[in-house]
């Protein structure tokens, strides 16, 4: 009798079980919660430029619109000749060695080519040293592909960079390759070249794959250069990864890519694994590739944002010091990319569970933000502001989180 048969209901798989992506988690959920119920949150939580007012250049916008009617088929599994030849270009007047067309690769957001590298490359078991604080699709991916993500620390006393000595400490026989994100998001850091060397050295030591998360490379300030950690390690095997979303404000339109550079002879079966997944999902967004060239080599006019009295440089240089001036917060500040991660004197507001943090700021001051242990940070002493919104808002939110600082958890 078919009514009183039980329903079968569906888990999902086991492989998620260790999974965590915080940055679009529970704290997210219950502002949606929120909102659905008609309160109006203001989101410091995504790096997504164009709701903030963020334009795309002109010229993108015309060359896709010009193009649209030939991007109705697939491309070339890796991508088109043109956004390839745009990208390989590019990686060498970064210094990037070693490299042709058939080395680079689009995808749907650098997101999709991460999980195609941690899917193509790891064993159960097998290690990947990922840093903490980190992106967190890097252990997320890692760890749904079957790997471990061991987490070295960043240092906040030494401007946020990796340390060395204990990267050094978590290698074991499995470890196969290590992550960098340069610039750094959470952080905002941006890795000098004497850092990226001793990187290269411990690399070298352990042969060790390279994976470089540059999607921040174009958004640098102060006048400070980018170094592609590729370009010191000619004789490793290196991933740089990089894309339009944040640079040229399109994160819509989904287009990032990687680059194979080095030693690929040693890579020859991995590769084969890369060509295979890229082959898999057909190809990238073809509208989206056909941009890649005009906006790596045209007039750049996102740079404005960046450069002294941009909006980006103008909102870093406020926000660095709102929330310093807060009583119990410090912060380094941010050379690159639109993120601060500062620190909360945890013993002055008696904070053990960040999570519950950011979810008593969402409630009392309707601003959402995320937690340091969405980023795979340990401590619960820390949270990551976007400052993408224009000042007068930034202003609005501080007042707010300087208010509820005052009065959190004090006896
Ligand atoms: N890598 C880092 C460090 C990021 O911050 C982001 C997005 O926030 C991505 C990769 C993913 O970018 P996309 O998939 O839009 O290219």
């Known amino acids: 009798i078919t009514g009183e048969r039980q329903m079968r209901t569906f888990k999902k798989s086991s492989k998620l079980d260790n999974v965590l992506y915080d940055v679009r988690g529970p704290v997210v959920d219950e502002a949606a919660r929120m909102e659905e119920s008609g309160t109006q949150i203001l989101k410091l939580n995504i790096g997504n430029p164009a709701p903030f007012g963020f334009r795309t250049p002109d010229e ?73 604080p980190d992106y967190p699709l ?31 400490r978590k290698i074991t026989d499995r470890t196969k390759a290590i992550v960098i994100i340069n610039p750094n998001n959470p952080t905002g850091a941006l890795y000098p070249k004497e850092v990226l060397q001793k990187i290269v050295d411990v690399a070298r030591e352990h042969q060790l794959i390279i994976f470089s998360d540059e999607i921040y490379d174009r958004l640098v300030m102060d006048e400070e250069e980018h170094i592609s950690i590729a370009s ?44 295979m997944l890229s082959n898999m999902r057909l190809c990238s967004n073809v509208p989206a590739q056909s941009i890649v060239q005009t906006a790596l080599g045209g007039h750049q006019s996102v740079r ?49 569970d960040d999570e519950q943090f950011a979810l008593d700021l969402l409630r009392d001051k309707k601003i959402l933000l995320i937690h340091g242990g ?31 600082f005052s009065y959190y958890k004090q006896q």
């Open 138 to 168: 890097w252990t997320a991916c890692a760890t749904l592909a079957g790997g471990k993500a061991v987490h070295y620390i960043c240092d906040e006393q030494s401007e946020w960079y990796p340390d060395i000595e204990d990267i050094r």
């Open 232 to 275: 010191l390690a000619p004789d490793l095997f290196c991933i740089t990864f990089s894309g339009l979303s944040k640079s040229h404000m399109i994160a819509g339109f989904r287009i990032g890519w990687m680059i194979l550079s080095g030693n690929k002879k040693a890579a020859k079966d991995y590769i084969e694994g890369l060509k």
């Open 60 to 132: 993108v916008i015309y060359d896709m619109r010009q193009q649209l009617t030939e991007c109705e088929g697939y491309s070339h599994a890796q991508g088109l000749f043109s956004a390839r030849k745009a990208i390989m270009q590019y990686a060498q007047l970064k210094g990037i060695p070693n490299i042709a067309i058939e080395d680079i690769y689009t995808g749907n957001g650098v997101s999709e080519l991460i999980n195609i590298c941690m899917s193509a490359l790891l064993d159960n078991g097998d290690e990947i040293l990922i840093p903490s």
């Open 374 to 404: 969405g980023f795979n940070w340990e401590q619960p002493d820390h949270f990551r502001v976007v400052y993408l919104p224009r000042i007068e808002v930034l202003k609005e939110a501080m007042g707010k989180i300087a208010d509820f």
């Open 304 to 352: 404005g944002y960046i450069e002294p009295g941009g909006r980006i440089r103008e909102q870093r240089d406020y926000i660095y010091k709102a929330l310093t001036d807060i009583p119990g917060i410090s912060a380094v500040k941010p050379k690159a990319a639109f993120y601060i991660f500062p620190k909360i004197d945890v013993k002055k507001f008696n904070i053990t």
